[in-house]
């Protein structure tokens, strides 16, 4: 490790790889995880909160504390994805947390902080990107002293998941995603065009001993017919840790915020300035690291 560890906020959906990638912020020595901000997205933001409460409190880390955002979009309320992170958004049932959320709101934690460590933060963005639409407009300021953002979201070369054209997070609020994309942050998109590629087998986990190879399990013995668990937040933590995991292209990004069939669909020839996107990953590398660090 080269100095000292990189400050990071995440801000998340959990969500099974949420949980995920929130273990591995803990336990990398190259992060320093300040706290986390949640919004609905996989599941309601009720049960995004007690899952990111639990998860910090089952990793030994109670300390690290959890503000609470977005419940809905900027124009239409959320949709779950019950089907693939169970009904409470994890496939794992964990105990009630016995910590509470702050009482300050996540947008204006996420301002007070990132004023408190100015242009040094790292923000992760994994779910929805609402509540930092709303950091960017409430805050610009502080919004200002984001030192690099590296988002989980969108699919530019590849068809989405939520729809054929959209990938799940910038479908839950494309409206968000065109203020975060267009304002001229350092940002980093780690999209379906390299999550796609980097998953987890019953095989790989089978190495793992616990809670992160607890929570696969339990995702597997729920999807008995799937190969493969995209590791797409995980692959955001990730690239915070070891950016050289993959290869990005300076693009300018639409977001298609029609009604339409595309809403939610992110496009090459945008008007705003470029963002690095991730197209290629060393997959190897990749699923080592997540491995190494989560299971
Ligand atoms: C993204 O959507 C959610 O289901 C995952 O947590 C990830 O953030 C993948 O499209
Ligand atoms: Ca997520």
């Given at each position: 490790m080269n100095g000292n560890p990189t400050p990071v906020m995440i801000d998340t959906d959990p969500g099974v790889d949420d949980f995920i990638a929130i273990l591995m912020a803990i336990r990398?020595?190259?992060?320093?995880?300040l706290g986390l901000t949640t919004v609905g997205g996989n599941t309601s933001l009720e049960n995004a909160t007690l899952n990111a409460l639990r998860t910090v409190e089952i990793e030994g880390?109670?300390?690290i504390p959890v503000a609470i955002g977005a419940a809905a979009g900027r124009t239409r309320p959320f949709e779950y994805a019950d089907h693939f992170h169970g009904e409470t958004g994890l496939a794992m049932a964990l105990p009630a947390p016995g910590i509470e959320p702050l009482e300050i709101p996540a947008v204006a934690w996420l301002a007070q902080t990132l004023a408190q460590h100015s242009n040094t933060i790292t923000l992760l963005p994994v779910g929805p990107v609402t509540n930092i639409a709303r950091l960017i407009e409430e805050h610009p300021e502080a919004a200002n002293q984001i030192d690099r953002m590296i988002v989980m979201g969108g699919a530019v070369d590849c068809p989405g998941n939520a729809t054929d054209y959209a990938e799940f997070n910038t479908w839950n609020d494309p409206e968000a995603a065109e203020i975060v994309f267009g304002a001229g942050i350092n940002t980093t998109l780690i999209g379906l065009d390299v999550c796609n590629q980097v998953a987890f087998t019953r095989e790989i986990i089978s190495d793992g001993a616990g809670p992160g190879r607890l929570m696969m399990d339990a995702w597997f013995a729920e999807h008995p017919d799937s190969e493969e668990f995209h590791l797409c937040d995980p692959l955001a933590v990730a690239v915070a840790i070891d950016p050289t995991l993959v290869r990005t292209e300076s693009i300018s990004v639409a977001v298609d915020t029609s009604g339409g069939p595309e809403r939610g669909n992110t496009m090459r020839g945008g008007d705003g300035p470029p963002i690095d996107v991730a197209l290629e990953v060393d997959v190897e590398r990749a699923v080592r690291l997540i491995s190494g660090l989560a299971l």
């Open positions: 990398s020595s190259e992060l320093d995880l880390r109670p300390d």
